[in-house]
């Protein structure tokens, strides 16, 4: 049976999960509790000194926040990019931004773990969705449900709060779009909504034309961090929706927004998007979320380390008051802990623990920097197929051109390519045209490819919760993979230090030379 245990979430220290009284509100003067070696808390995507989010006193217009920018229009390529560069440009700063009190253990919050033992034997059914939506799943290959889905799909039905902590690749996305589908389907039925604005309309006198049709607003809001996990969700939610008669439609910037006003125009159920582009709709007046009864944030704690926080905060007071909320998040950060603290009530805290945890190697290869580009080639010459990750976006197409020039099959993904390349690029490495996939931490969160046997890291992230992030690439659904770390020889104990936080031993942690076995 699933258990109850202190683990999986990690919140501040003064976070308490509800047992039937109002969650706990933070001050201003609250601060969480490191359980590492920091001197000091420190909060990623919460508020600096400055009361920005996510932001540092550094005057560099490119690396403020979009608030510090005034949300101020821009064009839609420079608009898509801005979530992709900060995580770029965050990665690239110096040094004196990246000391190891960035890096932060926060205490952990309890949770009802729940692992794949307890989950044999059930089926979709069991957990109160329909046929038709059952029926979706097995055609997108979901027979049985993950230990994710089968925790917090029940307490979604029920109406209830959730907050759902699952490493990637655990099936969280059906987990939540699945029961939304149901949910609304449910309140529907229950009269929960008001009539279509179509059935009332009037049918014109001969010579009149037809009344202009009120556009069905909207019931259900997802919101992702980045582009491409928006498009993913929305490949998933899309036919189970549509399955009871739901539409969906993408909000995500880096592309035209005049189909998505005709999207708003014709009427839609559920919107899945980014922040930016569905703080923009709202601004324009183009989309009402006030009937949004069911709200999901996805990869929560990566929109706070964005400096996401405050949009999402906007948007989300823009929905339904009493409305459900759903956060999934693989890990929980101050700032996260304050939109739990905001939004949700009395919420139910499921963590997903795989039978076969650990199906990924790691290990950690010290290199002489003159070594460092033969040896990378050396791993992505390996069969299989294999992402390699790189702290800035002129590394990653440096390193892409070195390896095609070597001989091998690789192909860049960073935010200074248009989305329509980002997409024949990931289609290119998702189809095995191109073996190996060279990106920046844009594709770090959500993105899901089959079979990745190998990541590589050819630049050491600056915090576990990246590190872990990248390596969730592999391993995935209960198959092997491996894991490895390139550094020099200058940063083995800041990594020691991380592969601590991430409660990950290594295979392996020492000195390689080209050609060297591993």
């Known amino acids: 049976m699933a258990q109850k245990r202190r683990g999986g979430f990690k919140a501040p220290g003064n976070y308490e999960p509800s047992r039937g009284r109002k969650p706990k509100r933070f001050g201003p003067h609250d601060a969480p509790k490191s359980g590492g070696k920091a001197s000091g808390p420190a909060k990623p995507g919460g508020k600096s000194a400055g009361g920005k989010p996510g932001a540092s006193k550094s005057t560099d217009p490119k690396s403020r926040s979009p608030k510090d ?18 995580i ?56 049985r449900p993950f230990p994710i889905q089968a925790a917090t799909i029940p307490d979604t039905l029920k109406g209830r709060d959730v907050l759902g902590r699952a490493r990637t690749g655990s099936g969280k996305t059906i987990a939540f779009g699945a029961a939304l589908v149901e949910r609304l389907l449910k309140l529907k039925a229950e009269g929960a909504f008001a009539a279509d604005p179509a059935a009332k309309d009037v049918k014109p006198r001969r010579g009149e034309r037809a009344p202009r049709r009120a556009a069905r607003k909207p019931k259900a809001l997802i919101l992702a961090p980045t582009r491409e996990l928006a498009l993913q969700i929305d490949r998933t939610v899309q036919p189970i929706a549509r399955s009871v008669g739901f539409y969906t439609a993408q909000f995500v910037g880096g592309v035209p927004i005049e189909p998505q006003l005709h999207a ?55 929905t339904e008051r009493r409305g459900q909320r759903l956060l999934f998040s693989a890990t929980l950060d101050s700032g996260v802990a304050e939109l739990i603290s905001e939004f949700l009530r009395n919420p139910a805290a499921h963590e997903a623990e795989e039978a076969k945890r650990g199906t990924s190697t790691h290990k950690v290869l010290v290199v002489m920097r003159e070594d460092k580009d033969d040896v990378l080639t050396q791993l992505a010459s390996r069969r299989g197929r294999i992402m ?16 095609v020039q070597e001989g091998v099959q690789a192909i860049a993904l960073h935010g200074d390519l248009t989305q329509s390349k980002r997409e024949r690029n990931l289609e290119r490495f998702s189809a095995g045209k191109s073996a190996v996939l060279v990106a920046t931490d844009v594709a770090a969160r959500g ?60 295979a392996y942690f020492g000195d390689f030379v080209p050609g060297q076995k591993l």
């Open 88 to 143: 770029e440009q965050r990665s690239a700063a110096p040094k004196k931004h990246l000391s190891p009190a960035a890096d932060v253990v926060l205490e952990r919050l309890d949770s009802q773990v729940t692992t794949a033992a307890d989950v044999a034997g059930m089926d979709f059914t069991d957990l109160g969705l329909g046929g038709n939506i059952v029926r979706t799943l097995t055609e997108l290959g979901a027979t």
């Open 447 to 506: 993105l899901h490819v089959d079979d990745v046997d190998l990541v590589v890291q050819a630049d050491p992230p600056d915090d576990y919760k990246t590190y872990l992030h990248r390596a969730g690439r592999t391993g995935r659904a209960g198959k092997s993979g491996q894991v490895v770390m390139v550094i020099p020889r200058t940063r083995q104990k800041r990594t020691q230090e991380l592969m601590e936080n991430a409660e990950i031993k290594p």
């Open 388 to 403: 390699v990750f790189c702290r800035t976006r002129a590394y990653a197409e440096r390193l892409a051109e070195h390896l």
């Open 69 to 86: 920018r005034g949300d101020r229009p821009q064009d839609a390529r420079g608009a898509a990019r801005g979530a992709e560069r900060r």
């Open 264 to 318: 708003l125009e014709r009427g839609i159920d559920i919107v899945i998007g980014t922040p930016g582009r569905v703080q923009d709709l709202l601004t324009r007046g183009k989309l009402d979320l006030r009937e949004v009864v069911v709200s999901v944030l996805d990869e929560a704690d990566h929109m706070c380390d964005l400096g996401f926080l405050e949009p999402v905060q906007r948007i989300l007071r823009e």
